[in-house]
Structure formats: C-alpha cells, structure tokens
C-alpha cells in the first residue's frame, strides 16, 4: 500500500493557498503556520485526509470558543457534549450576574453576605434533610475536600467494587490518595458485607466511603450494604451519589437521591449538578451542620468554591421550571414518535429518504447505566453522519446498524425545526 503521508501537502505549499491569505493578514504567519503543522500532524494520523489540510487549518483558525451543538445521539447527559443543557431560566440568570453582582454583599445592610447565599438558600430549600449544604467545583472537588477536611492522614474505608474510573483515566482512589487520605479497601468485587467495613474500622478511620455505581453495573453473585446498614458503624459516612438527583424520580427507580440518603443516615451526601439535576458544572455537598462546616472552613475550599455564574445558574436551575434534562427524561414517547414522523414526512415531502422509527435511548455518563428510555428517531442514510456533524450548527446523531439516527428524546420540540433545516443542507 502507497504510504497516505506522501501526499500530505508541504508546509509551504499550504502556506501559500489563497485560501489562507485573508488569515495570513488577519493573524500573521507564525500562528497560521502552526494550525497549519497540526492540521498535517492530524492528516499523518489519518484523522483526516491530505485534501482537507487546508480546510482543517482554516476551521481550527476561524473557531472561537466551543460552539453549540445539536444532540441527536439519545443520550441525554453526553459528557464530551458537556452534560446537561441549562434551562432557559438558569441561561437568564447567568446573565444577570455576568455583571458585578450581589454574589457576596447583602444589600440591605450594604455590608458582606455570604457568599451565592440565596442559591445555598434554594439548595436547602430542595433537600429539607440536609442540615447544611455547600457548591464546590465539581463532584470530584466535593470528595477531595471531604477527604482532606476529613481523612487527611487517616483512613477512607470504601468497597473494592466502587473503587472506580470516573472518566477519562481519572480513578477515584487516586483522586482521593491525592489528598493524603489512606484508602482502606474491604471486600472483593462483586461482595462487600457490613462486617467487611466493620471489622476494619478503627482509631484511623476518617470516614467511610460509599460510591454510587453511576457509570457501570455489577451483575450476578453480589451484595453491598445499604445506606441505613453503613450509618450505624460509628464513623461518618460520606455517600457519592455522583448522578444528583435531591428527590426521588419515578422515571429511574433504580437511582439514589441525596433526600433519600440523608433519611436513611448519610452524614454527608456529595453530587453532580450537570447531571441529573440538569444545572450548571458543580459539586453538591449535603449533610451533618458539623461536617459541611468543617469543610467550608477549610483552606482547600477557597480553591475549589463556584463563581458567580455557577452560583446563579444552579439556583435557576433548582427553583425554575424543569431544566431540559427533566424534560427529557421525561419525555412521552408518544410525543417523541409523533415529532419523528412530522418530520419525517417534511423530509420525505423535499424528496429526502427519512423513515420515523422507534428507538432507545439513554441517560449517559451523569448516571443510571443500563437504563433504557423508549425514544423516536428520524433514521436517514448514515452517510449523513459527517456532513451533519460538519454542518452549522453540528449536528451528533447515533450511527447504528447502517444508518444515521437522529433521536429526538433530548432534543426540545423547537429543535425540530433546526434538524430539518440541517438535514436538508446535509443533503444539498
Ligand atoms: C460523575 C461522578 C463523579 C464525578 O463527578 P464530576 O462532577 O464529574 O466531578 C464522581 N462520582 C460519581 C459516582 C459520579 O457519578
């Protein structure tokens, strides 16, 4: 086979392409040259194809931050499309704090409040079992400050079957070795018992660590004790319920909620806002005034605490209407398979080949794995794929068995419209 890198097209030769004069101008040679170098490097991977170096090196030199992005894959929280889509009341509310804002001033004595008071107010509000609550960065924050504030030199008992990969090669136990805390391992892999975590608490423990299976399933010969069994051990227990439900929801049985947790006797409860929850990037601790207020206090929390636009976003989120991910989740499939065939026909109407089809789909990386969420889908020729996810606005949809499937369960009703128009241009 003829080596494709012989043909990738010289640096110079590139450089020298009227397509890139009107950059060249604009941002000069040394910053064209270097999108230039990478979009080559990506045609030597196979990434792309020697012809389109150019246009490679055009896209990566006109983009400007990250662009929106249709979600046709079914899967409602996607991870690399950035999990939860904020309602509209949240969007509203980031940008009326994108200002100066109130975040950390009580204007009606005009001296320092604390901080995004009313959104800790709001998530107080939402989970009444909860003696305090705190918003640090991210689910991941929420546990290293937990383990530092908690167990920094000490040890974390925790289940070696929740001693997990939350996502690209980043592992919980050694986020949270990371904080000086031991992890004290009990159980096998499928198995872990009471007595397990029992017999290996002692004067070292700090807390003991349940993790929520929110990205796999453990299937067959197993046990694992429940909340309420883990609170009575007489150490804290800390419980990740990673997907960030506070309520119970009736659509997934199967999944934890911080309320839930907190009856049964978790000390504190840490969670995801931009899964379940549907709101901003941030992490949820909920629990034991005593506990949250150790970790407030503590120095670390300085560097892991929201901004203001988070603070805002996830109050709108918990008081507004149901963000989109609720909506999706909740989505009749009825309404879906009817939105499909609408739009199908209009499809079919310019002369496209589209067919309304039933699918599934799913929740993703913000939780309940295995899950599966009766949808509709518009299915189209999967050559559609890339054309599609080039377009403007991209769009992502699901290539299974042969064909491109646009699944509507996360996508609004007045996405609709943008999936016609962006068929039709792919078709063009
Ligand atoms: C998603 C998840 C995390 C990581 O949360 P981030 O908000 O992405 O940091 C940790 N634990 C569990 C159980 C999760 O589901």
Request: glycine share 10%; net charge neutral.
């Amino acid at each position: 086979m003829t080596d494709p890198r012989r043909f990738i097209p010289r640096t110079d030769a590139v450089l020298a392409d009227p397509r890139l004069g009107e950059a060249l101008a604009r941002l000069g040679r040394t910053r064209v040259k270097a999108a230039v170098m990478d979009a080559q490097r990506r045609a030597r991977q196979g990434a792309i194809t020697p012809g389109q170096v150019v246009e490679a090196a055009l896209d990566e030199l006109t983009r400007s931050g990250p662009r929106r992005v249709v979600n046709a894959t079914g899967v409602l929280l996607h991870t690399n499309l950035g999990r939860a889509a904020l309602s509209a009341a949240a969007i509203e509310a980031v940008r009326a704090a994108a200002g100066t804002t109130d975040v950390e001033l009580d204007l009606a004595t005009g001296r320092r409040g604390r901080r995004g008071g009313t959104a800790m107010a709001a998530l107080a509000r939402a989970v009444p079992d909860a003696g305090a609550v705190h918003v640090v960065n991210n689910n991941a924050a929420a546990l290293v400050l937990a383990a530092t504030a908690l167990a920094q030199g000490r040890e974390i008992v925790v289940s070696r079957g929740e001693l997990v990969e939350i996502g690209d090669g980043f592992r919980l136990p050694d986020l949270l070795a990371s904080t000086g805390a031991r992890l004290r391992e009990v159980g096998t892999t499928n198995r872990t018992r009471v007595a397990d975590y029992a017999d290996a608490i002692g004067p070292d423990t700090g807390f003991v660590l349940k993790v929520h299976p929110s990205n796999y399933r453990i299937e067959g010969f197993t046990a694992s004790p429940a909340i309420a069994e883990l609170a009575g051990l007489g150490v804290p227990l800390v419980a990740d319920a990673g997907s960030g439900l506070l309520r119970p929801d009736p659509a997934l049985p199967g999944e934890p909620d911080a309320a839930t947790w907190l009856a049964e006797g978790a000390d504190l409860v840490t969670a995801s806002g931009d899964k379940l929850l549907g709101g901003p990037q941030c992490g949820l601790l909920l629990g034991r005034a005593d506990l949250v207020d150790r970790l407030r206090r503590h120095p670390l929390a300085r560097a892991l605490r929201v901004d203001k636009l988070t603070l805002a976003a996830l109050e709108a989120t918990i008081e507004g209407p149901p963000p989109p991910t609720a909506l999706a989740l909740h989505a009749d499939p009825a309404d879906l398979l009817a939105r499909a065939t609408a739009l199908a026909v209009r499809l079919a109407d310019k002369g496209l080949a589209a067919a309304a089809v039933t699918s599934v789909a799913r929740v993703g990386g913000g939780g309940a794995p295995g899950v599966e969420l009766p949808s509709a889908a518009v299915a189209l020729d999967e050559s559609l794929a890339e054309p599609l996810r080039l377009g403007e606005p991209p769009v992502l949809g699901r290539v299974e068995r042969g064909r491109c499937l646009l699944d509507l369960r996360a996508l609004a009703p007045d996405d609709d419209r943008i999936l016609f128009d962006a068929v039709v241009a792919a078709c063009g």
